[in-house]
C-alpha cells in the first residue's frame, strides 16, 4: 500500500513539473485526474497524507485576516532607469568597484513579489514581499499554484524570491464568465494571491515566476547564473531568458531583445533588470535606503493616448493645497479604461496649455493615475480652466503661492480628513483599518479633527456609526492602543509637515534624537543635513512655531510614547571611527563584521569620503583601497582588523 501511494505521489508531482514548470505535458489531463482520484482513495482509506502529496494543494478554507511575517533577509525593491544614459551611469558606478563586471539581463514581470521559506528541505511558508522587512502570510492561498515545489534538495533554511503572474491568455479565459472581468494581469495576480480566499486564488489561475534566491543558511551562490540554475534544479518555475553580458553594448542589446520579444509573450512585463553578476562583489558595492546599487530595472516607454478634457476639478490635500484633477474622455491605456489624469498645480495648467474640452496627450506608467503631458489641439468649444477664487469646499480665501493654490482655512473638512489618515497610515503610526472614508466619518460624526483626539475614542462613539459592528469596533480601537507607542522618525513623519517624507524624518530623528532637539533646531542646523532642503528646513521651523501645532504637538505627546533612535555604542575600540570594508574578508561576512564595528562604536560606510577615518581592506581590495591611499586615510589589512576586534564580543 505504501509503495503503491508513493508511486502515486512521485509520477503525479513528475507529471505537475513538466506541466506547470516545463510548460511540457506529457500526459492528458484525463490520465493525470485519474491517477489523482486513486491517491484520494487511498489517502482516505490510510488516513495518512504524504508532505509532498498533490493533495496538499488545494489551500484550506477562507482566513479573516492576513498575518504579518518578518523576511530573514530584507527584500529590497529596484531603481529604475528609463533612458540609456542613466543606464550608463549605473555601470560607471559598477566600475568604480568591479573595473570588468559581467551582468545579467531577465524580463522585469509586471505582477506580486512573493518570498517562499523552505527548512529541511520542505516548503513552510509563503509571504508577500510587503515593505521589505516584512510582508502578508498568504501560505494558504500559494498552495493553490502549482509552480514550486513541496519539498527541494536543499536542506537547510532557504528563502526564494518570485513574482506572481498571471498569464493574459487564462486572464482573457477567466474574464469570458466572470461577473466583473479584471482590468489587468498585475491587479489580477494581485487580487488573486491577497484573496482571503483560496478557491478565489486558485480559480483565477496564478503562478509564480522565481528570479532570485534571497537567503540560504548554508552555502552561499557566486553569481546570478548560480542562482538561476540553483532554482531551476530544485523544480522552480522560471522564465528561460537569461542573458550574461560581458560588455553595455551587450546589456543593451539584451534590453532591445526584450523589448521586441515582449509583445509576443504570454506574461505583462514592463521591462528588464540588470544585475551584476558576481554576487560576491555586491556587498562592496552596497544599498541606499531602498535599492541594492548592484541591480536596475530599465523600465520601457510609458503607454501614452489622446483624449479630451471634460472637466477639472480642485482637491484640497492635508496642507491646504489644491491640486488639479481632470476629467477626460475614457481611454483605453496599459489595460485599464482611464478616466482621470492629473496636473500638478496653476502653473502646471498654463505650462501645457491645458484647456477643457481640448484633446491633450496623457501618460500611464507604474500603474498610477496618468499625467497630462500637454495640449494636442484646442477646438471651438474649448475654454480656459478657472482659477478658483475660493477654496471649492469651504468657500474659504485662497492663498496663491508661487505656482501653488492654498486653502487658507485649518479647518477645512478635506485637509483635516487627509491629516487624519495621513497620521494612520502605515509608515506614520500605522493604524490598521484605517481610511479616508473612517476620518470623514470621524469629522462628520463624532466631531475629531485633531490627530490626538482618537486616542480618546470609545467603543460607544463608534457604535453609532453605521457599519461599525463590535469586531470592527475592537479591531480599530485595538489599532489605535497599538500605535501608542511609536518610534520617533515615524512619529516626525504622522504629523505631516509640508516637505518631510519618509527619508527626511528618518535623518531628522537620527540627527536631532528627540522632539524636543528637533524643536529647538534652525534653519541652518536643519539644512546642514543630506535629506533636509531650505524650503524644508524653513517648514519645519515654522511648523514648531505656530501655536496651534504646539498645543496639539503636546496633547499627541500624552497620548503616545515616542522612543528615541537606539543610541549608538559611542565606547570601544572603533568609538568616533568613520570605516569603510572593501575586499573579500576569510574570517566574516561583510554583514558580520559591519556589526562588530558599529559595537565597538564605530560608524560603516559604503564608500570612501572626505568622513572616512579608516580602511579595511580584504583580498581583492580595488578602487576603495586606492581613494583611501590618495586621500591619506588610515588603513588595515584582515590581520590586524582581527587584533583589534579580538576583545569584541561577536553579535
Known sequence: MEKRIREIIDTLNKWAYEYYVLDKPSVPDSEYDKLYDELVEWENATGERAFDSPTRRVGGEPIEKFEKHAHIRRLYSLDKSVTYDMLTAFFTRIKKVVPDPEFTVEYKFDGLTMCLTYEGGRFVRATTRGNGVEGEDVTAQCLTIKSFPLEISYKGVLE??????????????????????????????????RNLDPAQTKERKPEILFYNVNYMSEGELPTQQAHFEFLKENGFKVYPFLRLCKSEEEVFAAIE??????????????????????CTRREEIGYTDKFPRFAMAFKFEAEEAETVVKNVRWQVGRTGKLTPLAEVEPVELGGATVRKATLNNLGDIARKDVRINSRVLIRRSNEVIPEILGCVEHTGESV???????????????????????????????????????FASKGAMNIEGFSEMTAARLLEEVGISKASGLYSLTAEQLSALEGFKEKKIDNLLGAIEKSRRVSLDRFIFALGIEGVGKVASKALAKAFGSMDSLAAASVEELTALDDVGEVTAAAIVNWFADKENGEELEN???????????????????????????GTLQSYKRSDAQKIIEAGGGECQSSVTAKTTLVIAGEAAGSKLDKAKKLGVKVIDEAQFLEMIKDIRRL
Not at 162 to 186: C, D, F, H, M
Not at 257 to 278: F, Q
Not at 558 to 566: G, I, N, R, S, Y
Open 384 to 422: 480656459e480652466v478657472e482659477k478658483p477664487r475660493t477654496c471649492p469646499f469651504c468657500s474659504s480665501p485662497i492663498e496663491e503661492i508661487g505656482a501653488n493654490l492654498f486653502c487658507t482655512n485649518r479647518r477645512c473638512p478635506p485637509r483635516i480628513i487627509s491629516y487624519l489618515a495621513h
Open 257 to 278: 531583445e526584450i523589448e521586441v520579444e515582449r509583445k509576443k509573450i504570454d506574461v505583462l512585463t514592463d521591462g528588464a533588470v540588470i544585475k551584476l553578476n558576481d
Open 556 to 582: 499627541l505627546l500624552k497620548c503616545v510614547t515616542v522612543e528615541a533612535p537606539e543610541n549608538r555604542v559611542r565606547s570601544g575600540i572603533f568609538a568616533g571611527q568613520s570605516v569603510v570594508l572593501t
Open 160 to 193: 526564494v524570491q518570485g513574482e506572481a503572474i498571471i498569464r493574459l491568455s487564462v486572464l482573457e479565459e477567466y474574464n469570458r464568465t466572470a461577473k466583473e472581468p479584471l482590468k489587468n494581469a498585475r491587479n489580477a495576480a494581485a487580487g488573486a494571491i
